[in-house]
């Protein structure tokens, strides 16, 4: 049974940091991952997502603030958020797929989702 976990949401000022992990467990086969979020009322979004090659893609609006990395020892997914803005605040939440390209955005291609977890920026 596959499972994503995440950790790591909270609160912080503007111009803070914050670290998201999201703990992959159960799949069989190879499969990669992508980073979205949501604010209420609103369609999710694709912050992050990898090429086949492993290269971390990004949504222009976290581009050069935002960093994520797998961490293949581990099974881990994480999210590092420099720079963060009051308009950032949003349900985070990691999803999975199976196979290496993991686009952002594209939310229908993605099997598995954890949980979310929240992060609010204040101003």
């Known amino acids: 049974q596959v499972q994503l976990v995440e950790s790591g949401g909270g609160s912080v000022q503007a111009g803070g940091s914050l670290r998201l992990s999201c703990a992959a467990s159960g799949f069989t086969s190879k499969y990669c991952m992508g980073w979205f979020r949501q604010v209420p009322g609103k369609k999710r979004e694709g912050v992050a997502g990898?090429?086949?090659?492993?290269?971390?893609l990004y949504a222009d609006s976290v581009k050069g603030r935002f960093t994520a990395s797998f961490d293949t020892a581990d099974n881990s997914l994480s999210l590092e958020m420099n720079s963060l803005r009051p308009e950032d605040t949003a349900m985070y939440y990691c999803a999975a797929r199976t196979g290496s390209w993991c686009p952002v955005g594209q939310e229908s291609l993605y099997t598995y989702w954890g949980q979310g977890t929240q992060v609010t920026v204040s101003s």
């Open positions: 990898f090429t086949t090659g492993g290269q971390a």
